[in-house]
């Protein structure tokens, strides 16, 4: 299997790269070799690779500056997706994608199953949402929502994301601000990117997928876990989402079912499990 990596430089697409490498061949297109944002540029790249699967990797993250600059999110989030689609329907590739639980309102009370209604509150949510729309177009598309991505593969770009801020600021003895009512499934890197891998090589029916680290929790439960993990007392200071002023709304509760994935003979480990992996702690 000939898989070309969109998006090979940041924390999951290292991931990725990773994971298929020791499955197959792997083409990374980094932005050395194809601006996201350049059709012609990008479609000339996957003609020469000619792969078999397109993972699109890449991503316009910056959640309050798509605000101001959505125009750019939408470039990266949805528009370059629609390349990629394209290019995969040439070349007979499928096309992997990665969404996000943004495209929700954060409304709900139980775990987001993928036939949910969705409604997106930011510029970002609705550029993701757009995406996937885009990505499902391919004849064999698959989108994998992911939330609060974290840890990476060996050799990858230095960690960052809510996960690290939390974890180094324990480490450290500082006092972590974190919300007590904003519910998630936190995404382990490379237990989604083993699942995209199993995914295709399982030949899953091309469809919207949950690809999240299995079960919820806030993020103050999930600091107080890190913290016992590390062995430190934390120094939390817990807040309400209503009490922080941010740029683009979040949804309250964003926790994401697996249950389809799991239909599909996947399995994501739990949270808990994902931390202590990435802590190092067994």
């Not at 993250?61 to 329907?89: M, Q």
């Not at 177009?137 to 690290?164: D, I, Q």
């Amino acid at each position: 299997m000939r898989v070309a990596v969109v998006g090979a430089s940041g924390q999951l697409g290292a991931a990725v790269v990773h994971e298929f490498g020791a499955a197959g061949e792997v083409v990374p297109i980094t932005r050395a070799i194809a601006d996201i944002n350049d059709a012609a540029a990008l479609t000339a790249a996957l003609e020469r690779a000619r792969p078999d699967v397109i993972v699109n990797c890449a991503a316009y993250n910056a959640v309050d500056a798509a605000e101001d600059h959505p125009v750019d999110a939408l470039a990266v989030n949805s528009y370059a997706v629609r390349t990629l689609s394209r290019a995969a329907r040439a070349l007979g590739a499928a096309l992997v994608h990665y969404g996000s639980d943004f495209v929700f309102d954060g409304e709900g009370s139980q775990p987001h199953v993928e036939a949910d209604p969705v409604n997106p509150r930011s510029a970002y949510g609705a550029s993701k949402l757009i995406g996937e729309w885009f990505a499902l177009e391919a004849p064999r598309g698959y989108v994998l929502r992911v939330e609060s991505l974290f840890g990476g593969a060996p050799g990858g770009p230095p960690p960052k994301g809510t996960v690290h801020s939390i974890v180094e600021g324990l480490r450290a003895g500082k006092r972590v601000t974190v919300f007590y009512d904003r519910t998630v499934s936190p995404t382990y890197i490379p237990d989604a990117a083993r699942a995209t891998r199993e995914l295709l090589e399982g030949s899953a029916p091309p469809g919207l997928y949950h690809c999240v680290s299995s079960g919820c929790c806030t993020w103050r439960e999930f600091a107080e876990e890190a913290a016992g993990l590390l062995g430190v007392t934390p120094d939390l200071n817990a807040v309400r989402m209503q009490d922080v002023t941010l740029r683009a709304p979040r949804p309250l509760y964003c926790a994401l079912s697996n249950q389809k994935l799991r239909e599909a003979g996947i399995e994501m480990p739990g949270w808990r499990d994902a931390l202590r992996r990435y802590l190092g702690s067994g």
